[in-house]
Every structure is written in structure tokens, then in C-alpha cells.
């Protein structure tokens, strides 16, 4: 067998050729040569990182900031993310570029608890260097840190931590748990940009009346916290730790906080004694809507009852002015009828007037005849005109004058009672009459 394995090893090589094998190592060492060479100095750069190149030849360092492809030159190549983020929420499948547990904090009224939430960076450039030749940008943060992963460690995850923690010492739990997780994130993103605060706390004394002993829930009420300000009322800070390298925070938000075991029977407790308080405030509201809604029906009621009041005295107001009406103008009956019976008497004084009038005139003639001793016809003549012009007188009268009083009822002014004016036509014809006779005579 072995004389068989030895006869096939120099029949292949035979076969192939000693030159020709020599010939495709030489190509093959090449082609490996050639992509060693290739790699060394070319390389390739992705569009979410930035690399600092460190030259084989010169040792100088540059930053790569365009992706695609690059001139290598065999130097040394140390890659950054341009934006780092930081997730402490404790999830081990999130996307980050470190995953860190939760970030223990401690309120102000020394309720411990653990924080959750994200924190973003955006690393510089290439900055040039100061007149001294110190770097700045992403060239002085590798030369002091010399790695990404060291970057995060000792000062990305160092910021993130103290900010959170500086953040939580401002407020008590209570203040987070009635609605302040907003401003605690807010305080936590400004700190982490800005500095963070210098700041004093207040304690108070606030005991129950009656006993020594200081309640709990007052206690942790009584310690409250101070921003410190310079003599032009800005806030005082501590110099931002990120400011110094140029990295600029994206965004930074505490999304939750899993509080410590008894804080949350404590919070369950005042929870219930909210929503009793609510449930009470909510029964004396109803209750005085009921007040108000019985009080609005009296009033109703009231208000009815005095309309109905006022109806009456109304119409009460009304009859008596009705009745008034009615009597006044019975009074002005009872005077027109007065003052028409005055007219009638007046007229016949007025006729009786005239018939004394008429016998002195007769009797005054008689005596002139009878103390002259005329003669008798003259006397008969004169005595004939006088008793004319009486007798004239007297028919002109009675036909003119109403000799009892009239009262018409139901007539109009003008009308006139049929037996007065046939007393007129009578009178009138029996003095024509008589004139005729006494002018024939």
C-alpha cells in the first residue's frame, strides 16, 4: 500500500509539473500579499460612526467623518458612534449603544427608588487644535479616553448617573407621585446640559399638637430644597462635565420610577384617601345642588304665590275704578238733571215775570183812561191795543215757554216731546186768530 501512495504523489506532480506548481504558489502568495497590502490601506467607514486614525508612519491622528471608503495607510483605526446612547430601563433587548441596569436614586425625603429611562449623545468632529496644539473635538476624547467603550464607562454613563441621582433630591415622592415625573425629567435634562444645581435644604419643625414625637408623613413634608443664586438672581451651577469635550446631549428623559415596597402601601393608602375625600366632596357637592335646587322651587313657589297676589290686587284696583267711574257719572246725572229742573223753574218765573208785567201795564192803562176822562172810544181803542199787545204777549210766551218740566230718556239733544209742541201750534193759531178779529174790528 505504501508503494502505491508513493508512486501516485510523484505521478501527480509528474503530471502537473514542478514549475507549474511553483507558478500558481507564487500567484496565490501574491494575490494574499496583495489583499493584506489592500486592506492595510484601504478601509472602509460606515455613515453612523466617525474614526480617529492614528498614521503607522508619522503617528499623527485624523478624523474620518465621510462614509465609504478611506486611505488606511496601515495606521491604527479607532471607531465612535456619532450619536451614543445610554439606556438604563433595563431591558436586555433594546437597541443601545450601552445597556445598563436601573439607576438607583433617593428623594428628598429619603424615599429610595430605581429610575428608568434614556439618554442620548452626539460626539464633536474634527475640531482643529488651540494655538498651544491642544487637541478639542473627538481628538481629545480619544487621547483621554481611547476608546468608545471607555468613553461610556468612566464619563457618558458617570453624567448620566449623577444627573439622575441630583435630579431625585429635589422633590419628595410624594411631589413625584401627585404628577412631578415631568418636571423630574426636565430637571434631569437641563442639569445634564447645563450643570448641575447648588443647591441648600430647609428643615422645619412641624410636630402634631399634643405629643413630642414627630409624624412621619410631616416629617419627610418639612425638609424642602434651595437653588442657590449669585448676586444677580441667576441660578448657580456646577460646571457641565460634557461641555468641556464638546458633546452636546440630543435628549434625555426619565421615563418611570419603581419606588421601594413600603412607599407604595404608603402611596395605595393615600390613593384610597383621595378617592374617598373625592367620593365625599363629590356627595356634599350633589347635596348642595339639592339645597340649590330645593331653594330655586321655593322661590318658584314664592314667586307664583305673589303673581297670584298681585293678579288679585289688580283686578281688585280695576273694579274699584269701574265702580268710581259708574258713580261719577251718576253724580253728573243727578246734577244735569238738578241744573235742566233750575232751567225749568227759571223759566217760569221768568213767564210769571212777564204776566205781572202784563197786568201793570193793563191796570197803569186803565188808570191813565179813567184819571184823563178821554173819550170812550178812544179809551176803548187804547184799551183795545193793550189788551192786543197782552194778549200777544202772553200766547207768545206760552207758546215759547215749557209750562211743566220735560225729562226725555233715551233721546237725542235736539229732540222734543210731541204734547210741548202741540201746545206751540195751539198758541200760535189762537193768536193770529185773535189778531185778525181785533184788525177787522
Not at 491622528?61 to 479607532?78: H, W
Not at 340649590?292 to 298681585?310: D, F, H, M, Y
Not at 225729562?407 to 189762537?430: H, K, P, T, W, Y
Request: proline residues 2%; neutral net charge; glycine residues 6%.
Amino acid at each position: 500500500m505504501e508503494s502505491q501512495v508513493q508512486e501516485t504523489k510523484p505521478n501527480l506532480v509528474r503530471r502537473i509539473g514542478r514549475r507549474n506548481i511553483i507558478l500558481i504558489s507564487a500567484f496565490i502568495t501574491v494575490l494574499v500579499v496583495i489583499a493584506i497590502l489592500v486592506s492595510q490601506m484601504i478601509a472602509w467607514n460606515e455613515a453612523d460612526e466617525r474614526l480617529v486614525h492614528q498614521s503607522a508612519f508619522t503617528g499623527n491622528l485624523t478624523v474620518i467623518n465621510q462614509a465609504g471608503p478611506y486611505f488606511k495607510a496601515f495606521g491604527t483605526v479607532s471607531a465612535y458612534n456619532k450619536v451614543i446612547s445610554i439606556n438604563f430601563t433595563g431591558d436586555e433587548g433594546a437597541t443601545a449603544s450601552a445597556l445598563v441596569s436601573l439607576i438607583p436614586i433617593r428623594f428628598l425625603d429619603t424615599t429610595t427608588g430605581d429610575a428608568r429611562g434614556v439618554a442620548r449623545f452626539r460626539l464633536p468632529g474634527n475640531v482643529p487644535a488651540n494655538e498651544s496644539g491642544q487637541l478639542k473635538g473627538l481628538l481629545k476624547i480619544h487621547e483621554e479616553f481611547g476608546s468608545q467603550d471607555t468613553l461610556i464607562s468612566n464619563l457618558l454613563l458617570r453624567a448620566t448617573t449623577e444627573n439622575v441621582k441630583a435630579s431625585a433630591r429635589m422633590m419628595s415622592v410624594e411631589q413625584h407621585y401627585s404628577g412631578g415625573n415631568g418636571q423630574l425629567s426636565q430637571d434631569f435634562s437641563d442639569q445634564l446640559v447645563n450643570g448641575i444645581f447648588v443647591t441648600e435644604q430647609t428643615f422645619g419643625s412641624n410636630r402634631n399638637e399634643g405629643t413630642d414625637e414627630l409624624n412621619n408623613l410631616s416629617k419627610q413634608q418639612r425638609v424642602t430644597i434651595k437653588i442657590k443664586q449669585d448676586g444677580k438672581g441667576n441660578k448657580l451651577r456646577n460646571a457641565p462635565i460634557l461641555g468641556s469635550y464638546g458633546i452636546t446631549v440630543v435628549d434625555a428623559s426619565i421615563i418611570d420610577i419603581d419606588y421601594e415596597s413600603k412607599v407604595n402601601s404608603r402611596l395605595e393608602a393615600q390613593k384610597q384617601a383621595a378617592a374617598d375625600e373625592a367620593l365625599a366632596r363629590q356627595n356634599l357637592k350633589k347635596a348642595e345642588q339639592q339645597a340649590r335646587t330645593e331653594v330655586a322651587l321655593g322661590e318658584q313657589a314664592i314667586a307664583k304665590q305673589r303673581a297670584e297676589s298681585e293678579k288679585l290686587k289688580i283686578k281688585e284696583q280695576i273694579d274699584a275704578e269701574r265702580v268710581k267711574a259708574n258713580a261719577i257719572i251718576s253724580a253728573q246725572q243727578r246734577v244735569a238733571v238738578k241744573a235742566e229742573l233750575a232751567l225749568e223753574q227759571a223759566e217760569i218765573l221768568k213767564q210769571q215775570r212777564l204776566e205781572a208785567l202784563g197786568m201793570d201795564v193793563l191796570a197803569e192803562a186803565r188808570q191813565r183812561a179813567k184819571s184823563a176822562a178821554l173819550d170812550p172810544k178812544y179809551v176803548f181803542d187804547q184799551t183795545l191795543k193793550a189788551e192786543i199787545q197782552i194778549q200777544t204777549a202772553l200766547f207768545n210766551s206760552l207758546g215759547n215757554s215749557r209750562l211743566v218740566p220735560e225729562i226725555v230718556i233715551g233721546a237725542g239733544g235736539d229732540a222734543q216731546s210731541n204734547g210741548s209742541e202741540f201746545m206751540r201750534l195751539l198758541a200760535a193759531d189762537a193768536a193770529l186768530n185773535l189778531k185778525e178779529r181785533l184788525e177787522k174790528k
